[in-house]
T-cell receptor, first 115, second 113 residues
């Protein structure tokens, strides 16, 4: 069964450093998402991406964040200058086109630790 | 600003019995609702969804009920199995932005053998 994959599984970085989290969505999916879950808190929507542009973003997704689809398979989330409060689990998700279902398929997540 | 609420942080149920997980929402613009299940160290897994034009959707052991006037939905799992032990998230989105899915805080379900 096709699945969303994410690398790395765990990233440790120092405050102020740039990080890039990588995702490979399911191959025939055209909508892509990033979410985060701070430890003990709820899953929070960050951004959605379709047709090579951001379609929705939350107030969390400020100028420190950017997303990119650099090739036909990868989808990345970049945090330019990490803060301690960026420590969280980051989930990538994707879904098919069409209006039959808005079901999103999630990857296993990348745990980001900012020290 | 909790638009999606799950007021029970945890729930324990005997194997074979019914599990009922509840969810309330405050945003009247929500018109599509989803339930996700999450195991530790994994991403959320889609379970079932319901559009606001329906009041019930069933898929195997899982049934979701929607009461729009009360802004309430519930997920019923019958019969409950030990493998159902996980955190269950209720989620919702608006018609004008189905991509922006708002999650509730989750309910941890334990099914006791």
């Amino acid at each position: 069964e096709p699945e969303v994959t994410q690398t790395p599984s765990h990233q440790v970085t120092q405050m102020g450093q740039e990080v890039i989290l990588r995702c490979v969505p399911i191959s025939n999916h055209l909508y892509f998402y990033w979410y985060r879950q701070i430890l003990g808190q709820k899953v929070e929507f960050l951004v959605s991406f379709y047709n090579n542009e951001i379609s929705e973003k939350s107030e969390i997704f400020d100028d420190q964040f950017s997303v990119e689809r650099p090739d036909g398979s990868n989808f990345t989330l970049k945090i330019r200058s990490t803060k301690l409060e960026d420590s969280a689990m980051y989930f990538c998700a994707s879904r098919e086109t069409g209006l039959a279902s808005y079901e999103q398929y999630f990857g296993p997540g990348t745990r980001l630790t900012v020290t | 600003d909790q638009q999606v609420k799950q007021n029970s942080p945890s729930l324990s149920v005997q194997e074979g019995r019914i599990s009922i997980l509840n969810c309330d929402y405050t945003n009247s613009m929500f018109d599509y609702f989803l339930w996700y299940k999450k195991y530790p160290a994994e991403g959320p897994t889609f379970l079932i969804s319901i559009s606001s034009i329906k009041d019930k959707n069933e898929d195997g052991r899982f049934t979701v009920f929607l009461n729009k006037s009360a802004k309430h939905l519930s997920l019923h799992i019958v019969p409950s199995q030990p493998g159902d032990s996980a955190v269950y998230f209720c989620a919702a989105s608006e018609e004008t932005s189905y991509d922006k899915v708002i999650f509730g805080p989750g309910t941890s379900l334990s099914v006791i053998p």
